[in-house]
């Protein structure tokens, strides 16, 4: 059993729970009942093979987007790596806000605090995205000619800010996933993306 799990971890796959019964087989005489039938799927893909007679229960994946409205703001763990955070929080929390009840003013200061960070670090993948495009437009320019010395100084820059976004993203997903990075590997995101989904599924 340990080693089939194992099979399904290193596949990404993600066991899907059943709605409206606990079992999908049942002996004849209804002495004995278990779940056999499971579905095990990948992000990418599914696929369904279909079945005319079976003593099994048949498995309906039924695929639907909810809206849950809004997403509740939640504090990144790797913001506390940035050495300005303490005064990124403070000068946020020190704005002047509106509201005549303690707990109005108690909004207004969440508020921009919220707003400052999401001002501050952005979007991780973003970022990412935007430093690489940069990078590679030094790169190529460093092949045909010779950079001068500022260029050379924002091309290390520019590779030292990479490494730490993706260190930050990694830490992200391992705080979705409510995993130890270290256990896992240090970039074995795909494991993380999996927790994160399936832990979705179960909610």
């Not at 399904?8 to 039938?37: A, C, H, Q, Y």
């Not at 499971?38 to 990418?44: F, G, P």
């Not at 809206?67 to 940035?82: D, E």
């Amino acid at each position: 059993m340990e080693e089939f799990n194992l099979i399904i971890r290193d596949m990404e796959l993600i066991d899907l729970p059943l709605v409206g019964k606990r079992f999908t087989w049942f002996k004849s005489d209804g002495s004995m009942m278990s779940r056999l039938d499971r579905v095990l799927v990948s992000e990418r893909y599914v696929e369904v093979i279909p079945r005319d007679v079976s003593d099994h229960c048949p498995l309906i994946l039924n695929h639907k987007v909810l809206n849950w409205g809004p997403k509740p703001f939640r504090f990144n763990n790797c913001w506390l790596s940035h050495s300005g955070i303490e005064g990124v929080v403070r000068s946020a929390w020190e704005k002047q806000v509106q509201g005549t009840w303690a707990a109005q003013r108690l909004r207004g200061k969440l508020l921009n605090v919220k707003n400052t960070l999401k001002e501050v670090f952005g979007n991780v993948d973003t970022k990412i995205k935007s430093l690489t495009k940069e990078l590679k437009e030094l790169d190529a320019k460093n092949e045909d000619y010779f950079l001068v010395e500022s260029e050379r100084i924002r091309q290390k820059e520019l590779v030292d800010a990479i490494w730490c976004a993706r260190r930050n993203k990694l830490s992200l997903l391992s705080q979705k996933a409510r995993v130890r990075c270290g256990k896992y590997g240090d970039l074995n995101s795909k494991y993380f993306h999996a927790c994160i989904t399936g832990r979705q599924r179960r909610n």
